[in-house]
């Protein structure tokens, strides 16, 4: 099996920061793109930002100079460093990984559970 965990939501004024982590783990061979993906309520679930295994990213155009995606490949773990938090990015924040498990042949894209960030005064 293969779990996406993620932590370093909460709650924080406009105008600051929070870094978001996501953890895979379990019988992973690979792990291909990772991303972060965001709800807010009455809202689809949208792209914010996502990284390639060689390193590429690219970004919804809301969040461009303000959040940046990286990931440790020795730890599996993608990040997302949120800088001058707005209001409007109030949401809940979802990893994804596309991970070939250990003895399977093709990837399939998984997701974490969620966590909030909510920006307000």
């Known amino acids: 099996q293969v779990q996406l965990v993620e932590s370093g939501g909460g709650l924080v004024q406009p105008g600051g920061s929070l870094r978001l982590s996501c953890a895979a783990s379990g019988s992973i061979f690979s792990i291909n793109d990772m991303g972060w993906y965001r709800q807010a309520p009455g809202k689809q679930r949208e792209l914010v930002a996502r990284i390639t295994s060689d390193g590429s990213t690219n970004y919804v155009d809301s969040v461009k100079g303000r959040f940046t995606i990286s990931r440790d490949n020795a730890k599996n773990t993608v990040y997302l460093q949120s800088n001058s938090l707005k209001p409007e990015d109030t949401a809940v924040y979802y990893c994804?990984?596309?991970?070939?498990?250990?003895?399977?042949?093709?990837?399939?894209?998984?997701w974490g559970q969620g966590t909030q960030v909510t920006v307000s005064s």
């Open positions: 994804n990984a596309n991970i070939k498990r250990i003895s399977f042949y093709v990837y399939k894209v998984y």
